[in-house]
T-cell receptor, first 113, second 112 residues
Framework: SQELEQSPQSLIVQEGKNLTINCTSS?????LYWYKQKYGEGLIFLMM?????EEKSHEKITAKLDEKKQQSSLHITASQPSHAGIYLC?????????????FGKGMKLTVNP | DGGITQSPKYLFRKEGQNVTLSCEQN?????MYWYRQDPGQGLRLIYY???????QKGDIAEGYSVSREKKESFPLTVTSAQKNPTAFYLC???????????FGPGTRLTVL
C-alpha cells in the first residue's frame, strides 16, 4: 500500500487560475517535503514543513501542514506556464527522525497559456 | 560550480550486461542516496550511505550494488540480476544535521 497519497494525480489549468494539490500520509508525519520535477530532470526542492499548522511560501507557492489530518497542501496562486511539471511530496514517517524519506507518486500539472 | 552530477544523462545497454551509474557531489554532504523512478510509481529507494565505507539497502536493493570509497562519490551498479533495469535513476545527497535531500539531474537507463 502507498504510504503517501497525492491528489489529484494530474491537473490541467488555464494560466492565471489558482490550484491546490494534496499529500496525505497513512502514518504520522515528522517532516514533509515538496519537490518539483520537469520531465526527464532531477527534483528541485521547494520547501519543508515540520510542525503542525506550519505554513511556508515561496513566490506564488504556499504549502501548509495539517498535523491532525496528516496532510499537506500545496497552493499555487495565479498559475503560470512555468509552474508546469510534476510535484512530488516526500515524508519522514519515523519517530525520532530517519535518514530515509518515502515519496508519493507525484502530481502532473499542465498550465495552458 | 557546486552541486550533484550524474553521468551519463542517457545510457543504453544490452540485456545481461552490468552497468555503472556515476554520482558525484562537491557539497561536502555526508549522506548519499540512489532512487529509481518509474512512470506512475514515484521514487523508490535502492541504497543509501550515511558515511564513507558504509551503506544500507533500501526497499528495492535486489539486482543492484553500490560502493562508498570516497565522500564525494556513490556509484551504482545495475547487475544482470536486476529483472527490469530500464528506468530513470536519481542520486540525492543530504548534509548531517539537516533533513532535506537534494537531487542530481538523473540518468535514464535503457536496456535493450
Amino acid at each position: 500500500s502507498q504510504e503517501l497519497e497525492q491528489s489529484p494525480q494530474s491537473l490541467i489549468v488555464q494560466e492565471g487560475k489558482n490550484l491546490t494539490i494534496n499529500c496525505t500520509s497513512s502514518k504520522t508525519l515528522y517532516g514533509l517535503y515538496w519537490y518539483k520535477q520537469k520531465y526527464g530532470e532531477g527534483l528541485i526542492f521547494l520547501m519543508m514543513l515540520q510542525k503542525g499548522g506550519e505554513e511556508k511560501s515561496h513566490e506564488k507557492i504556499t504549502a501548509k501542514l495539517d498535523e491532525k489530518k496528516q496532510q499537506s497542501s500545496l497552493h499555487i496562486t495565479a498559475s503560470q506556464p512555468s509552474h508546469a511539471g510534476i510535484y512530488l511530496c516526500g515524508a519522514d514517517i519515523e519517530k525520532g527522525g530517519s535518514e530515509k524519506l518515502v515519496f508519493g507518486k507525484g502530481m502532473k500539472l499542465t498550465v495552458n497559456p | 560550480d557546486g552541486g550533484i552530477t550524474q553521468s551519463p544523462k542517457y545510457l543504453f545497454r544490452k540485456e545481461g550486461q552490468n552497468v555503472t551509474l556515476s554520482c558525484e557531489q562537491n557539497l561536502n554532504h555526508d549522506a548519499m542516496y540512489w532512487y529509481r523512478q518509474d512512470p506512475g510509481q514515484g521514487l523508490r529507494l535502492i541504497y543509501y550511505s550515511q558515511i564513507v565505507n558504509d551503506f544500507q539497502k533500501g526497499d528495492i536493493a535486489e539486482g543492484y550494488s553500490v560502493s562508498r570509497e570516497k565522500k564525494e562519490s556513490f556509484p551504482l551498479t545495475v547487475t544482470s540480476a536486476q529483472k527490469n533495469p530500464t528506468a530513470f535513476y536519481l542520486c540525492a545527497t543530504k548534509n548531517r544535521g539537516t533533513d532535506t535531500q537534494y537531487f542530481g539531474p538523473g540518468t535514464r537507463l535503457t536496456v535493450l
